[in-house]
T-cell receptor
């Protein structure tokens, strides 16, 4: 199985900060990667698919980049609504696998 | 609007089957796959498998191949996931999700808490 490792696991930031989350795959996954945002007690929400494509309705302050084994999610200017846990997911090969999550908390 | 609505919380004893349903609305049911993802307390999301809404073809993670069955009823626009012989480790929140493109999920159900306890 492809192992997905996110860093950091927890990130403390302030409103207005630029935030970057990294997701590393144990083997190359091309750009077959999605990013999700999850808030407590809620289902995940798709933010980015195919590595860098912004899902419809998602604010442009979210962006994804990378290919191969290293991928990043960037939030250019953090808003209060962005404090949540973020997950990456590879769908290059079965079984599709997720990272362990990165919790973005208020500093 | 497009939505997936799941059945309510389930409690089960070890070894007793559990079924969770996922009713789709707001789109043509047979044109999308529906998948299941679970999240145990404090754990990462885990992909279980999915079903093509039109053909009924299924795909499972090898981990769940022998313990999970996914079916659908097109007349009810509903997908079902059955856990046979669950153990304590199967206690989790189970989500259904609509497949978008080649492997991401754009619409999610609200989640169903499954608790396996004696």
């Amino acid at each position: 199985d492809i192992e997905m490792t996110q860093s950091p696991s927890t990130l403390s930031a302030s409103v207005g900060d630029r935030v970057t989350i990294t997701c590393r795959a144990s083997q190359s996954i091309g750009s077959w990667l999605a990013w999700y945002q999850q808030k407590p007690g809620k289902a995940p929400k798709l933010l980015i698919y195919k590595g860098s494509s912004l899902q419809s309705g998602v604010p442009s302050r979210f962006s994804g980049s990378g290919s191969g084994t290293e991928h990043t999610l960037t939030i250019t200017s953090l808003l209060p609504d962005d404090f949540a846990t973020y997950y990456c997911q590879q769908y290059y090969t079965y079984p599709w696998t997720f990272g362990q999550g990165t919790k973005v908390e208020i500093k | 609007q497009v939505q997936l609505v799941q059945s309510g919380a389930e409690m089960s004893e070890p070894g007793a089957s559990v079924q969770v349903s996922c009713k789709a609305s707001g789109y043509a049911f047979t044109t999308y796959d529906i998948h299941w993802v679970r999240q145990a307390p404090g754990q990462r999301l885990e992909w279980i498998g999915g079903i093509n809404g039109g053909t009924g073809d299924t795909k499972y993670s090898q981990k769940f191949q022998d313990t999970v069955t996914i079916t659908r009823d097109t007349s009810a626009s509903t997908v079902y996931m059955e856990l046979s012989s669950p153990t304590f480790e199967d206690s989790a929140v189970y989500f259904c999700a609509r497949l978008f493109g080649f492997g991401s999920f754009d619409v999610w159900g609200q989640g169903t808490v499954v608790t396996v306890s004696s």
